[in-house]
Nanobody, 125 residues
């Protein structure tokens, strides 16, 4: 099974940027989708961005134009570049993976095979 470890969270002022990383190890899927999710206190986990092994991507409407998901296949690292951050982006951010999935599948938290432990993003106004 694949193991996922996120990093890159922190505190930033509104309008700032952060880049999250998710390192994958163990059994690496050859066909897969991966996604970034977030969960704010008292709210359900929601999909933010997803990518599949073909490189197709998808985003939640709330982050389109501000966040970019990408992957480095050689290093088995998934990234989330977050620009123009807003206070409402404050949450714990998780990466997840699913074997054989297309990106649309990995925009929902209900179908993932593996999860990381999360990294906290705090955006102040």
């Amino acid at each position: 099974q694949v193991q996922l470890v996120e990093s890159g969270g922190g505190s930033v002022q509104a309008g700032g940027s952060l880049r999250l990383s998710c390192a994958a190890s163990g059994y690496i899927y050859s066909r897969y989708c991966m996604g970034w999710f977030r969960q704010a206190p008292g709210k359900a986990r929601e999909g933010v961005a997803a990518i599949d092994s073909d490189g197709s991507t998808g985003y939640a409407d709330s982050v389109k134009g501000r966040f970019t998901i990408s992957k480095d296949n050689g290093k088995n690292i998934l990234y989330l570049q977050m620009n123009s951050l807003k206070p409402e982006d404050t949450a714990m951010y998780y990466c997840g993976a699913r074997r054989y999935g297309r990106y649309a599948t990995c925009l929902s938290p209900n179908y993932l095979d593996a999860w990381g432990q999360g990294t906290l993003v705090n955006v102040s106004s």
